[in-house]
């Protein structure tokens, strides 16, 4: 791709940016290591993570799984627990599957070419680019939302950059700019610049090393770039869950594969689709489980918001009718077995609310 007249030149940005990024790169535990497992590790991690959130789950990860064989042989459900309260549960799982694949495909070593690293589980260009550029040295560009945001701003790019046309197109300019002898280097440079220089909203240009060159801060619309979509509001989605207990016991059930909060354990019941609570979640429980109950009263209310839907609603205390059969996705716990499972966290906070009540210990 050739350069426009008036675009800032590769060479210029490189020089620019990696000056700025040794002298001002924030202290971050996997920017300390050149272990390609620990940088695969927080590349699965990090995603659609905030950095202060993620690092605990990532020193705690690497401390439960120090090794690609370790992840590789644990059960899923130890990756779950390791992982809950992170969100983006699919993410867990794909790391498990890309471990496994790493031992079985490839001898325990984290492949060194973008293309074998692009084909593990739940890998695409973007964690492809970082571990093989900051691991390996690979001369090729990792495009996440910061970079998207920088390149937009930097060449002045007016068009939505959702769309798939100009997707490519940042991904031809990115692989353009990338250092040949500092790809990894300049890569965290510009993930660095979009996450603490160039932000969405208030991006600090007299702080920017490459503010001179800046074709939207040279046109004033620093402020407008990148262009998108208007998004779609969240919609509130009503639910109801039944904390199932009796005789120091709890019903879970597992939420399926490919469904928000899938493969971790979770209280019976879900999304409403009546209009009454007690009613869909008799049907939920006897639908899920096999097994029919008596719903008492409110044990806690229900507001979390996800990605792309917020869920509003309640958890209500229910007693069995019968002792309920255990089966593959249903469990009949003691409350401390059932805390040791990956759970949704907000049903570990009403199990563990238990603690303590009367009603909970004895026959309900």
Known sequence: MKRAMGEPSPTELQTRLLAWYDANR????????????HILVAEYLLQRTRIVSGTPYYERFLRKFPTVQNLAAAPL??????????????????LHAAARAIVERH????????????????????????VGSIAFGLAVPAVDGNVTRVIARLFRIRDDVTTASVRRRVAEMAARLVSSDRPG?????????????????????PRC??????????????RELPMRRSPRSTPVVPVVFGLVTASGHVLLVRRPRGRLLGGLWA??????????????????????????????????RVNRTFSHRKW?????????RATPVERRAVRWLTREDALRLPLVP????????????????EAD
């Open 209 to 222: 090393p490459v503010e001179r060159v800046c074709l939207a801060r040279a046109a004033g619309e620093e």
């Open 312 to 320: 509003s609603g309640s958890i209500y205390r229910c007693t069995p």
């Open 26 to 37: 924030r202290d971050l535990p996997w920017r300390r290591t050149g272990n390609p497992y």
């Open 107 to 130: 001898g325990g070593e984290i492949p060194q070419s973008f293309e074998e690293l692009n084909a593990l589980p739940g890998v695409g260009p973007y964690t492809a680019g970082a």
């Open 346 to 361: 907000f049903h570990r906070e009403a199990i563990e609310a238990l603690a303590g009540i009367e009603s909970y210990r």
């Open 77 to 94: 459900d130890d990756v779950l627990t390791v992982w809950e309260g992170l969100g983006f549960y699919g993410r867990a799982r794909s």
């Open 185 to 205: 280097a300049f890569n965290q440079a510009m993930m660095e610049l979009g996450a603490t220089v160039c932000t969405p909203t208030s991006p600090s240009c």
């Open 267 to 300: 209280l019976p019941g879900g999304e409403r689709i009546g209009r009454s609570d007690k009613g869909d979640l008799v049907a939920a429980v006897r639908s899920q489980t096999g097994v029919d109950v008596e719903v008492a009263a409110r044990w806690s």
